[in-house]
């Protein structure tokens, strides 16, 4: 089973990860199983972030941008992260995911390792 947050900011995927509203979490197997919406704790700092997810069972995180250095922070946690995903309504990124079409983009990560 694995549980998938999706940032979202104004009901679609953030442009930046960590400035976002809240997180809609899906459950899936083959399919949706469950969803819930999970908010922030007041007053957390985005490197925070990764452990608190690790904290909420999440196994993989989508998002269009993100700080090139707190994506080791989300290996370190051994979450899943999908980079430069298109910004969308959720339900459409979960489609693709289960679908398997869902994949990082090569050129924004390409930039990001570039700049490390």
Not at 42 to 60: A, M, R, V
Not at 77 to 85: R, T
Not at 96 to 116: M, Q, T, V
């Amino acid at each position: 089973m694995k549980r998938i947050a999706i940032p979202i900011a104004n009901g679609l995927l953030s442009e930046t990860f960590g400035e976002c509203n809240y997180y809609e979490v899906f459950e899936v197997d083959k399919a949706i199983k469950s969803t819930k919406t999970a908010f922030l704790p007041d007053n957390i700092l985005i490197p925070e972030l990764p452990s608190w997810l690790k904290s909420e069972g999440i196994t993989d995180v989508v998002t269009h941008r993100i700080d090139r250095r707190i994506i080791g922070l989300f290996a370190s946690e051994k979450i899943n992260l999908f980079v430069g995903i298109a910004i969308e309504a959720p339900e459409r990124i979960i489609d693709d995911y289960l679908l398997g079409k869902l994949e990082s983009d090569k050129k924004i990560i390409a930039e990001l390792i570039g700049n490390l």
